[in-house]
Nanobody, 123 residues
Framework: QVQLVESGGGSVQAGESLRLSCTASGWSYSMKCMGWFRQAPGKEREGVAAIRTSSGVSFYADSVKGRFTISQVDANNTVYLQMHSLEPADTAMYYC????????????????WGQGTQVTVSS
């Protein structure tokens, strides 16, 4: 059984930074990709960034390229999402996910999900 626990969310002003953390306990052969998704009220969950766990290759949504960086630390099974230059449009619940991630943006490609951490950016 895999459990994902996120932390690091909060309320910030536009232009500020936050770093989200996701720590995985347990292991599954299907954990080929770790991703960060977000969901704002009334909107669908969308992929923000993902990283292939074996190669370290990363992917980003166009809306966050150049501002967000995903990274992993294998030693403690933790994935980070460093977020700079935050905008009000980044306000959402952020979820960590693990799974095959064949299509890194697809929610259905992930088998395990964290409980989410709220990010609120005010102007």
């Amino acid at each position: 059984q895999v459990q994902l626990v996120e932390s690091g969310g909060g309320s910030v002003q536009a232009g500020e930074s936050l770093r989200l953390s996701c720590t995985a306990s347990g292991w599954s052969y299907s954990m080929k990709c770790m991703g960060w998704f977000r969901q704002a009220p009334g909107k669908e969950r969308e992929g923000v960034a993902a990283i292939r766990t074996s190669s370290g290759v990363s992917f980003y949504a166009d809306s966050v390229k150049g501002r967000f960086t995903i990274s992993q630390v294998d030693a403690n099974n933790t994935v980070y999402l460093q977020m700079h230059s935050l905008e009000p449009a980044d306000t959402a619940m952020y979820y960590c996910a693990a799974g095959l991630g064949t299509n890194w943006r697809e929610v259905d490609d992930y088998s395990f999900w964290g409980q989410g951490t709220q990010v609120t950016v005010s102007s």
